[in-house]
């Protein structure tokens, strides 16, 4: 399973954000739905399993995000597919 654009535009926005980001963000920035952006990270989660990486974690009054380590790991899969 490979990701699709839009997946990759969320994953990214999490991987460079120092902090959460909320449903509210991802919604308004990128013009998705809230079923939407739940779909892809429900995509995003089943690709990063299959890499054997960390998923992305919801916190519900903050919103997304991933642990610093797990970032530069992502960072160079997502390179290695946009390459």
Excluded at 3 to 30: A, N, P
Excluded at 32 to 46: C, P
Aim: hydrophobic letters at 35%; one cysteine or more; a negative charge.
């Amino acid at each position: 399973m490979t990701l699709d654009q839009r997946c990759i535009v969320i994953l990214k926005k999490v991987i460079h954000t120092s902090s959460y980001v909320s449903l509210d963000e991802l919604m308004e920035e990128f013009e998705f739905s809230q079923r939407t952006v739940y779909y892809d990270v429900e995509k995003i989660n089943h690709w990063l399993q299959n890499q054997q990486l960390e998923e992305l974690n919801y916190v519900r009054s903050a919103g997304f995000y991933l642990s610093q380590n797990s970032r530069p790991q992502i960072n160079n899969k997502l390179y290695s597919l946009t390459s």
